[in-house]
């Protein structure tokens, strides 16, 4: 059996893209990571499940301070 990490399918998001900058997701069966579109070769930050649900919980409340 391979312990190998498959590779990500990236989403963009429905509304984050301005000028080809994107925020994309990589969902795995036990974390999710994030990256910029526009630096490939950066690495992606990586959540738990659990996290990431919390972040998106508290988008949708509108819980954030906007600039």
Not at 13 to 21: D, K
Not at 42 to 62: C, Q
């Amino acid at each position: 059996m391979s312990t190998e990490k498959p590779l990500p399918r990236w989403t963009r998001t429905a509304s984050g893209c301005h000028n080809e900058s994107c925020v994309v997701v990589s969902a795995y069966d036990d974390h999710v990571e994030v990256a910029d579109s526009k630096s490939p070769g950066t690495a992606p930050l990586s959540f738990t499940n659990g996290s990431w649900r919390t972040f998106l919980d508290a988008l949708r409340a509108d819980r954030f301070d906007r600039p």
